[in-house]
């Protein structure tokens, strides 16, 4: 594991993707270290060769033998391995078809495209058939286009294959539709390793909330609690109601996550009736700037206080005339439930 050797698992099976900043030492390795134990299906594999492990790579650029055909490219570590002839294309065809490469098999890599280079990075990586594949930012070099598809491919292929993947990668939805769970690492240390809707809803930390997406934060100070929410007193959004966590809040000093998405915006704030009124969260101010993106169009408001909230609200209809625009005044409002309390 990193150096700050603190450790993680995974199920036979699942998807793991390890997700960080760029330039915070996010080396996900499976080697021997000056501590701690490797475990795979119960055994400890520290001690065995690397070449010997039940483990394969994928590496990001690839790595593909240019002389060599897309046949011979999957081949290569079969035959290092000792199989027989009738073994190794038997299994070649297989791993083709797989990645549906068919009658790709005597091309050389600089008769490919990207996603096909891709495709026979792959089969090679699994032809050996390993108990786990590490896969190092493996749809990097894909445009946008290709590396979603792509994402979806890999899925179904790891689902067909049973094989735990464990990738690294800086794009953060790429770990989020790809992976059954992920870790989250700063610095070389695993901060927190959760299923994506628990990482997204749940964060550990408010590092890991503005990591992870787009988030709101107002820092503040716990005023009181009572009847299952806190109410959270700041500077920029005055008190906050807020859901009571699961775990117990040890400090006052405090910050409440809101996600954009559950910010609402309307022209009055939202219809309640006198005994729930009070747990609305309304705020005040003008919108500043608006980015339509086709499913969603994103809005910055500025508060009132001085403070800048964004929303993000779906576009269900085609033409939508209830729309805001810059300089309208708007009521922002969102739920306790809506709201992540983090300690500072």
Known sequence: MPSSSNGCQTKFGNHLSAAAPRGSRRSFSV????????????SDIAQVLPHQRPVNMMFQNYALFPHLTVRDNIAFGLRRAGMQRPEIDARVAEMVALVKLEGFEMRKPD???GGQKQRVALARSLARRPQVLLLDEPLAALDKKLRESTQFELMELQRRLGTTFIIVTHDQEEAMTVADRIGVMDGGRLEQVASP???YEAPGSRWIAEFVGDVNIFEGQLASQEAG????STRDAGTISVAEPRQP???TILCVAIRPEKVKLSRRGPASDGASAHAINRLEGIVTDVSYLGGVTSYKVKLDSGATIRSAMANTARIDIDAYSASQRVVAWFTPDDCVVLEQ
């Open 249 to 251: 809040i040890g400090k």
């Open 197 to 199: 809707r628990e990482l």
């Open 111 to 113: 008769q490919l495209s």
């Open 31 to 42: 080697a021997e270290g000056p501590r701690g134990r490797i475990l795979l299906a119960g």
């Open 229 to 232: 929410r806190l109410l959270v």
